[in-house]
């Protein structure tokens, strides 16, 4: 008799229609074979779906060029489908499931003719783990498959753990004809599927990472008591060998990769990497937070990634350890078939091919990789991997660490004074638009938890979980807001940033053993600057002030959009936030701004 599984598969073959069904087992010989059938049989816009590279300084490198329009995750043509509108809330697009499945059958009807279907059975988090979920992700292409293998765990242990039961996530995609009028990702929650058609875009097609990992999860945290979580996970080890385990929350373009590989500037320090993008917080058994990466891999912007921004995704890329490493949209130095992205090292290759596959150089005004090119590669190949990352019981989460991007405002670390504090915290945070993300400079852009693209129902409802995890931890973590961005008058970062870090969170790990005190201001609890270890870095006292600096009359823009952002969720925000709103209001004397 077939199983809940086996019967899903056929459902969805006799719908797809595929030449022939591959179940991945997840091995390197498979992945081999696969890669092998991307250089000689399949196709993406008219090219290979892989391309060897030279792998003398760049182990395993293959190559993968998207099609032109599918380079992003499609944040407009993602939909979560509840049953009603209200549940979705409005920080998502919402379809009626009944439309949505409607839409999508119509589409994926046939679309596997003259493919293969690939079925990758595969956890997210160790199979071994308590926390872990067992997933299945149908696909018509090569480089989907040989990427979840990278990102996952993949294979028969999958399978064992779901077995003949009907307990897994379901998830079926296939890049269709690439047309941007026909691509969408559709989210079910309450029937933990997701249905993604017309992207090979890792975001869009690669279903464990933000659309199983987060918009399901955080829908199933709800659910279960649990937060999936858009933060990397890392251990800071001091001078006597204590290890620290932190979370940190930071929207695009805020360096959470390079924070979470960080090499240290402070002597004594070492950093353990577990994860740079997902983390999955359960209440354990002790009543303390504790967290696993349900990933297995990196999935990581190319540019700006440098021996000096980030030597440890170097060196990662370098490993020979796990095959492959892909790298997707970035450009190409012809004469060493090697990689190459703009921010690199070394000096810029004489003969460059750029992502798209025309000849560039230097003088022209446009970048070599896609500014969103990226590589793919074994969280396994990393030298500051932790010891801990298997730990099927996670690590225990000492503080949790809220980020964006501000230029003024907002201090460089700032403690909470509790947990509900620490919530309201994350319920502001948002960053200010670069000159490579949009047309104007300074927009701010909410991003609660750097969660807005990535929750799965009505956020006011998210607030309030965030909430009720904290009533029932016996030692809950503290949280910090952090900002690496502050400028000074002439527009220049004040903080120097990536290994100078270790010096903010130096403080904050003094902070979680009682070392070091603290002063109160209307936002929170901030260093003493003598508590700061500033040693060898040369930035004028004045400076290190104004990375501090509250000034309170620049606070009535700020208050007035966050109320105006509170807003938006009605019923659904929960009361203890407005208190903690007012109560800022009242202490920056902007509290006539509060009509609630």
């Excluded at 399901?216 to 204590?242: N, Q, R, V």
Aim: aromatic residues 10%; neutral net charge; glycine residues 8%.
């Amino acid at each position: 008799m077939a199983t809940p599984l086996e019967k899903w598969v056929d459902e969805q073959a006799k719908l797809t229609t595929p030449d022939r069904i591959y179940w991945c087992n997840g091995s390197e010989e498979e992945a081999r074979r696969l890669v092998e059938i991307g250089i000689k049989e399949e196709k993406i816009n008219g090219l290979p779906v892989f391309q060897k590279l030279n792998d003398k300084h760049w182990p395993n490198a293959y190559f993968h060029r998207s099609h032109p329009t599918d380079v992003a995750r499609t944040e407009h043509l993602t939909f979560i489908c509840h049953p009603d509108k209200e549940t979705a809330g409005p920080n998502n697009n919402w379809m009626d499931p009944r439309e949505a499945k409607e839409k999508m059958t119509k589409l994926f009807s046939g679309c596997m003719k003259g493919r293969t279907m690939y079925v990758l059975p595969y956890m997210m988090g160790h199979p071994k783990s308590p926390y872990a979920k067992a997933c299945v992700q149908i696909t018509d292409n090569s480089y989907v498959a040989v990427s979840m293998r990278l990102m996952t765990r993949m294979g028969k242990e999958a399978l064992d753990r779901i077995g003949s039961s009907d307990d897994f996530v379901r998830g079926l995609h296939s890049i269709g004809d690439l047309n941007p009028d026909r691509r969408f990702i559709m989210h079910f929650p309450q029937e933990h599927l997701v249905w993604s058609f017309g992207s090979g875009y890792g975001g869009n097609a690669l279903l464990g990472k933000k659309c199983f990992a987060l918009r399901i999860a955080s829908y199933l945290g709800l659910k279960e008591g649990w937060l999936a979580e858009h933060m990397l996970i890392m251990g800071i080890e001091d001078p006597k060998g204590k290890i620290t385990y932190i979370a940190a929350a930071l929207p695009s373009a805020c360096g959470k990769t390079n924070l979470a590989l960080m090499q240290s500037a402070l002597p004594g320090y070492k950093i353990w990497t577990i994860g740079d993008d997902i983390a999955w917080l359960n209440i354990g058994p002790d009543g303390r937070l504790y967290a696993i990466n349900p990933e297995a891999g990196f999935f990581g912007v190319a540019p700006g990634t440098s021996l000096k921004t980030n030597p440890q995704m170097i060196k990662t890329l370098k490993n020979d350890k796990f095959f492959p490493t892909l790298y997707t949209n970035t450009a190409l130095d012809l004469d060493a078939n090697e990689p190459w992205w703009n921010g690199l090292d070394g000096a810029i290759p004489k003969n460059i091919e750029d992502w798209q596959g025309n000849p560039w150089n230097p003088s022209m005004d446009t970048k070599a990789a896609h500014p969103n090119s990226r590589f793919t590669v074994s969280i396994y190949n990393c030298p500051s991997l932790s010891n801990e990352f298997d730990n099927p019981a996670g690590v225990p989460i000492s503080a949790i660490l809220l980020g964006g991007r501000r230029s003024s405002l907002v201090p460089l670390v700032m403690e909470a004074f509790n947990w509900q504090h620490g919530v309201f915290l994350g319920t502001r945070t948002g960053s200010e638009t670069t000159a490579a993300a949009a047309h104007q400079v300074g927009v701010l852009r909410r991003d609660p938890m750097a969660m807005l693209p990535f929750c799965g129902y009505n956020m006011g409802d998210y607030f309030g979980h965030w909430l009720n995890i904290g009533k029932k931890l016996k030692q809950p973590p503290k949280i910090y807001s952090i900002n690496w961005f502050r400028t000074d008058e002439d527009g220049k970062f004040i903080w120097p940033g990536f290994g100078e870090n270790i010096r903010v969170i130096k403080w904050i790990i003094d902070r979680i053993g009682g070392k070091t005190g603290a002063k109160e201001t209307p936002l929170g609890l901030v260093p003493e600057l003598k508590d700061l270890d500033l040693s060898g870095l040369n930035i004028p006292q004045d400076k290190v002030k104004k990375l501090f600096a509250i000034d309170p009359s620049e606070w009535t823009a700020e208050l007035q959009d966050i109320e105006k952002y509170f807003g938006q969720f009605g019923s659904h925000m929960p009361e203890a936030i407005w208190q903690e709103y007012r109560a800022l209001a009242e202490k920056l004397g902007q509290s006539k701004s509060s009509k609630k």
